[in-house]
Each structure stands twice: as structure tokens, then as C-alpha cells.
């Protein structure tokens, strides 16, 4: 114990002389085109021993790796988690995902590795992850050649508390004189969440590792005397897993996140100081794109600043082009080719802004921005709230497998209605319609600020059910009432009901109509959640 002391005390002491200074980038892949560059990456398919190690039950297939657009409108590498198994799969495994990796391709000793990566509802059960190995792993056993992990999420202790959207874990591995590791976690602050974009970066000397989450140091440890992370170069791994010990999970009923799922990286970057370690891969073109980092703006707000002053070239940037890519309306962009500029005209909404950098060698990237005004009174939250739409565009019924519970869903009139209820259920919850809240809708809540919930119902005879708004997942945090769902009473004659709360913030959210216990059916109509005034 006192020796585990010390040496956390040490890791301490060796960040705070790392110089983050005079890197240069050296390689990026930012997922353009049609496809994954096989020539920086390899797909796996393999069963291996984070099945049988770390008891995780999916199996990797290329059929869930993707280079695509992501939702807010630009290029990525897309890891989707489902359950299509292909007829390779392991008979131990329940469920199909993606894994990459740069072995034999692009590796690194020393330097700075980075992505930009928004993960998927982890509650519960999934287990993404950005690291690195050691390029001698078929040489060696594990953990001799060493092992980085810059980001991984959904841990147990995340799920235990509540608070997976925000909880992150970092850890090295090396073998000395048997396994050996340090591991630090950290709690994003509340109004961050990894179901947005955020940028995890590892920064590696010859006598520290250090890893940032968005710019801040959050893990670091004096590697000094460690053969494993000083004595060869590592290859970059993204994942997404399905369960296993990490999310205290280890069987397929356990996994309650909804499926599919996607990660998304919209880029990979590795840099280096000169005079340290080694690289080899194929080098960049010279020139990164930074569009800076995407805004919430408050309710009201017609114009911001765009700043792409973090752009980089090796050579001399020889022009800036700012361009809209997506938006409600169309914004005035003041200077669309200065590094920095001012966008006016902005409404309530989610706008995406390109920058495309040019060298006076002729290269050229392009990064985005991601813009959202928030919405003021008057401005209703819950899409397809009157029904006018197909329900399942943007509705979800769920029934609980437990008790073979059965229902299905009709519109007409505007309303939804919940019928041919069997086998109802033990809880409220067993029968739900329901709406899972998007990235833009989140968004568009101000948080302490007091909104209006406002619904018609009634139901085919007598009947009590749930309503529930807030946090979605296994740890569910409402915002209607402290107790979860709010209970109310449905006769066969339609009542309107109107529920004030103060709006908080997560990274996935629902609202839900709860009508399990009983067989009764029953009808909702002209749901809203709008800013009180």
C-alpha cells in the first residue's frame, strides 16, 4: 500500500514538468470518402480474449464499421453496436459491433495522439473505448507490451452512481514482476456529456504520460524505467464493446441501452516533438483544419464568433473559407474567409459551419462546428406532438419481455392510442409510449429555467398512469417528481393536464406515457413542453 502511494505521489510530480509545447502534427485521418482507408487501418472479426478475458459478448464483424455522415451533418468513422450476428459468430456472443485498429500501419513512440469521439446512450452495457498497444504484441503476453487506454466509458461505478453520460476512465498497463496498473477517472462537469462531441488527447514523453479530456489534465504518471511505454511504438485501437467485467455486465439481459447504437470519431491525430522516439506511417499533407469548439447559445441570440485561429499548417495557410452546412434558416457569414468571423442572423435552431484551410503547398482540409440556438417561449420541445406525422418517426412503444406484455399503437384524430393491451405488466412502466429526446432537443432547454408539460389523455374506461420526463437509462433521474413517474387518473372523457418543472440538462432524456398494470387502454394527444413564461 505504501509502495502504491509513492508511486501515485511520483506520477504526480512527472506531470508538472511536461512542456506541451513544439508539436508537430504528423498523421490525421478525418473519415472522408466513401469508405475506411485500409491502408491506415484494419477491421477486426476476430473472437479473442476480451471475450473470454473481460467476459464482453459481442462480435466483431466489418458489417458494423462504416465511414459515413454522422447526424450532425459531417464525415466520421461509425462503430455501431446491434444484434444482426453474422454466421461466423462465436456461439458465445449475443451481440455484433465495430473495432479498428492502425497495427503494421500507423504506430508511434512518443508524441501526442487525439480524437474527437461522441458516444452512444452507454446506459447500460456499453463499454467504448480509444487506446493503444504495444506493436511487439506478438512477441510477448499481455500486459508486457504495454498498454494506454485514453478514454473508456460505461464503467460499473458510472452506472452505480448515476452519472455514465459524464464518467470517464484512463489507465496504463505494463508487467512488472507480475500486472501492474494506474488508472485515474474523472466526472465531466454537468453541462458537458460524452453524448456530445468532446476531444480525448494522450500526451507521451520520454518521461510522463499525460491524457486531457477537452484540455484538461486528467490522468498522469511518471513512466521513467518502463520498457513497455518507453521502449517501443503503440498502434491506435477504437471500439465499442457490448458488456463485460468493466461494466459489471456480463450477460446479454443485463444490456438495457438501446440498440443499435453508434460511436462516432470524427478524427484521428498523432503529433510529434522533434529529436523524440520514432513514427512509422505514412505522413499528412500538412494542414489541419480547427473550426473551434461548438456553441449553445441562449434563447434570443442572433449572432456569434466563429474562430479558427487554431488551424495549423506546416507550411503557410494561404486561405480560410467559411461555409453554412446546415441550419433552419440561412445565417450571414460577415468574413467567410478570415480565420476568424462573426455569423448574424441566427433563429432557434442547430446550424453546422465548414472551414476549409488551404496551404501554399495545395492542401487542404476542412473541420466543422456545431451551433445551437436555444428556443424561447412558444417553442415546443416534443416533435410530432399532435400526431400529424407517422407515430414511429419520432415515438417508441415499449412493452416488457418479462411477462410476454403485448400492445400495440394507432393514430387518428391526433391522438395516439395504446390498445390491445395483454398481459400488462407488473410495473407502470411494463406498457410505454414514449419519446427519446435528441441532441437538438436537449439543447433547446435552458437549464433551472421552469417549462410546462401539456397533454390531453383519456382512456377506454377507468384507468391510472405514469408520466414520466428526465433522464433516460438504467438510472433514471425525473424531473416531474422526485419519486419517478407521475401518476394520474384517465377516465373515458378526454381531461387536459398541464405539469410545471425546472428543466435540467442530460445527455439522453425521455418522455414517457406509462400504462402498464391493467389491460385498459387509453389515448394521448397534443403534447407539448414549452418555456413558461
Known amino acids: 500500500m505504501k509502495k502504491l502511494l509513492f508511486g501515485a505521489i511520483i506520477f504526480l510530480m512527472g506531470c508538472l514538468l511536461v512542456n506541451a509545447s513544439d508539436y508537430e502534427l504528423i498523421w490525421e485521418d478525418n473519415f472522408e470518402g466513401d469508405s475506411l482507408n485500409k491502408d491506415l487501418w484494419n477491421i ?70 487525439e480524437a474527437r469521439i461522441k458516444l452512444p446512450v452507454l446506459a447500460n452495457g456499453y463499454w467504448p473505448a480509444f487506446w493503444t498497444l504495444g506493436v ?19 464503467h460499473v461505478n458510472g452506472i452505480a452512481e448515476g452519472i455514465q453520460e459524464r464518467h470517464v476512465m484512463f489507465a496504463n498497463h505494463w508487467d512488472e514482476e507480475g ?77 438495457t441501452a438501446p440498440m443499435p447504437a453508434s460511436m462516432y470519431v470524427d478524427w484521428v491525430r498523432i503529433y510529434r516533438r522533434e529529436g523524440e522516439g520514432s513514427y512509422t506511417g505514412p505522413k499528412i499533407s500538412g494542414v489541419v483544419a480547427d473550426a473551434g469548439n461548438d456553441k449553445v447559445l441562449e434563447p434570443g441570440t442572433i449572432s456569434t464568433i466563429l474562430d479558427g485561429s487554431g488551424s495549423y499548417s506546416k507550411s503557410d495557410i494561404e486561405s480560410y473559407l467559411w461555409t453554412q452546412e446546415k441550419g433552419p434558416t440561412q445565417a450571414n457569414i460577415t468574413n467567410v474567409t478570415s480565420a476568424e468571423t462573426i455569423v448574424e442572423k441566427l433563429e432557434e435552431g442547430h446550424y453546422v459551419f465548414g472551414l476549409t484551410v488551404n496551404d501554399n503547398r495545395d492542401n487542404s482540409r476542412t473541420d466543422y462546428v456545431n451551433v445551437t440556438v436555444l428556443g424561447d417561449l ?64 436537449i439543447n433547446s432547454m435552458v437549464d433551472n429555467e421552469t417549462y410546462t408539460l ?40 378526454k381531461q387536459s393536464f398541464s405539469i410545471d418543472f425546472k428543466a435540467k440538462r442530460f445527455g439522453a432524456m425521455k418522455l414517457s406515457f406509462e400504462g402498464g398494470l391493467c389491460n385498459t387502454g387509453y389515448s394521448i394527444s397534443n403534447v407539448s413542453i414549452e418555456k413558461k413564461n
Open 44 to 113: 477486426e472479426t476476430d473472437w479473442g480474449p476480451w471475450n473470454w478475458a473481460n467476459r464482453e459478448m459481442q462480435q466483431y464483424t466489418a458489417g458494423n464499421v462504416e465511414v459515413g455522415e454522422c447526424p450532425e451533418g459531417y464525415p466520421a468513422l461509425i462503430l455501431t453496436a446491434n444484434e444482426d450476428l453474422p454466421d461466423y459468430a462465436h456461439h458465445d456472443t449475443h451481440f455484433a459491433s465495430g473495432r479498428v485498429n492502425t497495427q503494421d500501419k500507423v504506430s508511434v513512440l512518443y508524441g501526442k495522439i
Open 136 to 154: 511487439n504484441i506478438d512477441e510477448v503476453s499481455w500486459p508486457a507490451w504495454g498498454e494506454i487506454d485514453i478514454m473508456e466509458a460505461g
Open 179 to 255: 500486472y501492474t496498473y494506474h488508472s485515474s477517472s474523472y466526472i465531466m462537469p454537468d453541462d458537458q456529456s460524452l453524448y456530445r462531441y468532446n476531444i480525448f488527447t494522450l500526451e507521451w514523453s520520454p518521461t510522463t504520460i499525460q491524457v486531457f479530456v477537452n484540455g484538461k489534465l486528467v490522468h498522469c504518471m511518471n513512466i521513467e524505467g518502463i520498457p513497455e511505454f518507453t521502449g517501443w511504438e503503440h498502434f491506435v485501437i477504437l471500439n465499442l464493446a457490448v458488456g463485460g467485467s468493466f461494466t459489471g455486465i456480463t450477460y446479454p439481459e443485463g444490456i
Open 378 to 441: 412558444g417553442h415546443n420541445i416534443i416533435i410530432n406532438g399532435d400526431f400529424s406525422e407517422p407515430w414511429d418517426d419520432n415515438w417508441y412503444l415499449y412493452v416488457s419481455e418479462n411477462k410476454d406484455v403485448t400492445a400495440n399503437v394507432t393514430t387518428s384524430e391526433g391522438r395516439a392510442h395504446i390498445n390491445n393491451i395483454s398481459n400488462a405488466g407488473d410495473e407502470v412502466w411494463s406498457v410505454q409510449l414514449g419519446q427519446k429526446l435528441n441532441t437538438n432537443q
Open 454 to 493: 401539456s397533454f390531453d389523455a383519456k382512456a377506454e374506461d377507468n384507468k391510472d398512469i405514469g408520466v414520466f420526463f428526465g433522464k433516460d437509462g438504467r438510472s433514471f433521474t425525473p424531473l416531474l417528481d422526485d419519486d419517478g413517474a407521475i401518476i394520474i387518473s384517465l377516465t373515458n372523457e
